[in-house]
């Protein structure tokens, strides 16, 4: 009984610790965005904010171009999700339901691409959307992060459609369906947790991608997030205020999607750790 305590006592500091660790630096940034300038740069810090203010929310709407940059956020992570799946879709169809020669070898390839650091492309490319006349354009953003998530989400799906019994296929085949329309009417509804998941996956990477888009993008108009609030940090100001109003409201449409899709998520983890 007293062993069992110990256990519970000690998963529950451990459940404590850990959302101390995920929520406290959340916690600290909105509390910051909604107080006056002279507290957020106080020697003494606030816990609990002593003062009230929306201006920096204000400022940041009203006079900051970080409405642009949340339109080109969204384009570029709704663009770069929906062809994430597509693509993926087929491919880890192709690779895990159909029988070519070389199949083993190009799922081993497809991981080993992925293994490589992603600044290490930087400059093939920027050669190739230069040659593309691409560079600085939200397309070049799109094609990027296609490239960085497509790999892991074809892996990912490979645990739902290997469980998937070849007997539906066929049975659809005698019934005079499609190739297209095994995988849209059979395929997809049962790999649904799959697919939510490497959409969240494809949305993150590209709602949070920094690097190539520092790189590949110029003009101010065509910024996203991670770039524009790193625009705010001056070289002999920064404007704490409303780099931490940017931050919060950076977060919104992730906590808005993963409030949509998150279950489905967790369950496409959980279920291809598994199956």
């Known amino acids: 009984m007293a062993s069992r305590f110990r256990h519970n006592l000690l998963l529950g500091l451990s459940i404590f610790v850990l959302m101390v660790l995920v929520l406290a630096p959340f916690y600290w940034?909105?509390?910051s965005s909604i107080k006056l300038p002279q507290e957020i740069i106080s020697a003494t810090p606030t816990f609990v904010p002593h003062s009230f203010t929306t201006e920096h929310y204000d400022k940041l709407l009203g006079e900051?171009?970080?409405p642009t940059y949340?339109?080109?956020s969204i384009v570029v992570a709704v663009g770069t999700m929906a062809i994430t799946v597509v693509l993926s879709t087929l491919a880890a169809?192709?690779?895990y339901r159909l029988r070519f020669p070389g199949r083993i070898t190009l799922f081993r390839?497809?991981?080993i691409t992925y293994a490589f650091p992603g600044v290490l492309l930087l400059v093939p490319m920027y050669q190739m959307m230069s040659k593309l006349k691409l560079v600085d354009s939200l397309t070049a953003l799109v094609i990027v992060n296609v490239?960085?998530?497509?790999?892991?989400a074809v892996w990912m799906l490979q645990a739902f459609f290997r469980t998937i019994p070849r007997e539906l296929e066929e049975a659809a085949a005698l019934d005079g369906a499609s190739r297209l329309g095994i995988i849209v009417r059979i395929m997809l509804p049962l790999a649904a947790p799959g697919v939510a998941s490497i959409a969240i996956f494809a949305f993150i990477t590209s709602w949070t991608e920094y690097i190539f888009s520092s790189i590949l993008i110029i003009s101010e108009a065509n910024r996203t997030l991670p770039v524009g609030l790193a625009g705010i940090i001056g070289q002999y100001q920064i404007d704490w205020g409303l780099l931490l109003a940017g931050a919060t409201a950076t977060t919104l449409?992730?906590?808005i999607l993963f409030s949509l899709v998150g279950r489905n998520f967790v369950e496409g983890l959980t279920a291809g750790a598994v199956k």
Do not use: H
């Open 70 to 72: 949340m339109r080109n």
């Open 64 to 66: 900051s171009s970080f």
């Open 253 to 255: 449409p992730v906590l």
């Open 93 to 95: 169809y192709g690779l």
């Open 147 to 152: 490239t960085l998530s497509a790999p892991f």
């Open 29 to 31: 940034i909105f509390s």
């Open 109 to 111: 390839v497809i991981l």
